[in-house]
């Protein structure tokens, strides 16, 4: 199953960036390797308040806070055109024999119809009343 694979490529891309904005990288899992239920774990973090003068500020700079170096994504692997094709192939011939059943079962039931028309026909012709 394709999507599966896909969707936990999605949730490691997610994750590492999650990590790698949050400056944590040690707990990071790659999808090959994670459980079939990959289970999330969430952080919670305490902001403390504080009040600053206009003089604090001037005197005291922020601090220049250098985000991580961003970590290359996982991309899944690119659908190869002969498996594109053979998928295509395979989904057509499953159309053209789905139709020709569909062709078929409309040819039997025209036909017996039309069996018991005629024979609805001849009845009416041989009554003897039908001749009045």
């Not at 305490?46 to 991309?75: F, G, K």
């Not at 078929?104 to 026909?121: D, P, Q, S």
Request: hydrophobic share 40%.
């Amino acid at each position: 199953m394709k999507w599966i694979r896909e969707r936990d490529a999605l949730i490691a891309q997610t994750l590492a960036f999650v990590q790698s904005v949050a400056g944590k990288k040690d707990d990071f899992r790659q999808p090959d390797t994670a459980a079939a239920a990959p289970v999330l774990a969430t952080e919670s973090v305490s902001v403390r308040a504080t009040t600053v003068t206009l003089e604090q500020a001037q005197a005291d700079p922020p601090p220049q806070i250098n985000p991580p170096a961003p970590q290359p994504l996982l991309t899944p692997a690119p659908r190869m055109g002969s498996d594109f094709r053979s998928e295509m192939q395979t989904r057509i011939a499953n159309f053209r024999k789905h139709q020709e059943r569909f062709e078929r079962e409309r040819e039997e039931y025209c036909v017996a119809t039309l069996t018991k028309l005629r024979a609805a026909i001849r009845d009416i012709d041989a009554s003897p009343t039908a001749r009045k």
